[in-house]
């Protein structure tokens, strides 16, 4: 079993920066933190493998960056240049084996820490 709690949600404007955090009972192979917008379905945005290998979804890619503090057992995602578009509820998750952006082979789920972007 793996808890993972979020943080460092909140309301900014277009152009500005967030820093989200989660705490980890414990790390597993693959940490990822997804998105869900009203009315969308959940997506990937970015993963991490336990030796520290980052991937991005597209949408993000130059904006967003995902690290992790293994001596803390906090997995971040630094946000930049976050536009409405980002507006969403962000989840982290972890699973133990392969990393993608698959939601579905996701196993572990934190409640969620809402980001808001206004224009």
């Known amino acids: 079993q793996v808890k993972l709690v979020e943080s460092g949600g909140g309301s900014v404007q277009a152009g500005g920066s967030l820093r989200l955090s989660c705490v980890a009972s414990r790390f597993t192979y693959c940490m990822g933190w997804f998105r869900q917008a009203p009315g969308k379905e959940r997506e990937g945005v970015a993963r991490?493998?336990?030796?520290?290998?980052?991937d991005y979804t597209n949408s993000v890619k130059g904006r967003f960056t995902i690290s992790k503090d293994n001596a803390k057992r906090t997995l971040y995602l630094q946000m930049h240049s976050l536009t409405p578009d980002d507006t969403a509820m962000y989840y982290c998750a972890a699973r133990g084996m392969g990393c993608d952006l698959d939601l579905f082979r996701y196993n572990y789920w934190g409640q969620g820490t809402q980001v808001t972007v206004s224009s």
């Open positions: 991490i493998t336990l030796d520290g290998s980052p």
